[in-house]
């Protein structure tokens, strides 16, 4: 009865399965602290849930902890496997042998995996990297743009797609995920600003300067309306393209309505950097370091 849609995963234990459903929409979201919170709870209430000690792993391992720490868990959903549906076994599986680094195995697996269940998000962005780290991008590429194909709405997907045609210099196909990008709006990951400036980018990359300048004033413009998480990551990538246009002052300004973040510390330290200021570029990274540590705790690395 629930607005969630549950995922297909097998577990005797409904709050278990619940709590792994959030744990896997926050990891969605790149909000790894909770994914990691919540697969902790949904392996303490279900210890015998294979799926979760498998994602439990990916949580653990977004955290940069110690390798034998998301190994354990890795293994652990490997040894509960055997009572798992087809698909469950090769996700496990395929996130053993990459964890462990044996991307031969892992890739099988996955590949076997899509065959089965093939708009698995999490399936093929870790067969596209795979690809990209043996040097194949343009199989990477086909592995997202055939998730684009099934999910034309997801920008997750889209993003894969994106990146991948970027990779190979494909700037048209690249230009178009990113208007794809744009339409979705408010989208369900954290967002990231490279679509919405890609048209600049595409100038600059084609020596068109008074072009690469109309498309940034034009962001520049759109992205005041837009929701203050997306205005800054679009903002934060702006002030980025004018300082790779050589323009430092334009790139300070942009930020202005950044809110100071993690992020806009290390973009201002960037620019500092750009035109030799080396006494704000310091005092722009010490300043990350207030922002990064909880009160009443210690700082959790995050890592994508």
Known sequence: QSAQSLERVTTPSLP?????????????????PAALNLAQAAVHEDPAFAAAHTWLAWCLFRHHVP?????????RGVELSQNASEWERLWIAGSYYGLTDDPSKARAAYEALLRIYPDHYWATNNLVTIHRYAGRDAEALEAAKRLVELRPKNHNALQLAFDGA????QFDLAADYAHRIRAVGLHNRQPGGEPWV????VAWDRSQPAAQIQALRRVESEALSFDPELRDAVLARTAMSWLAAGRPTDARAALQPVAQTTDRHLTQATIAHAVDDRTTAAREVLATDVLDVPAGGTNTAEVR
């Open 166 to 169: 970027r990779r190979l210099g």
């Open 198 to 201: 890609f048209d600049a980018v």
């Open 67 to 75: 390798t034998d720490e998301y190994v354990r868990a890795a293994r």
């Open 16 to 32: 278990a399965l619940r709590l792994y459903t959030e744990s896997y929409a926050a990891g969605d979201r790149d909000l790894w």
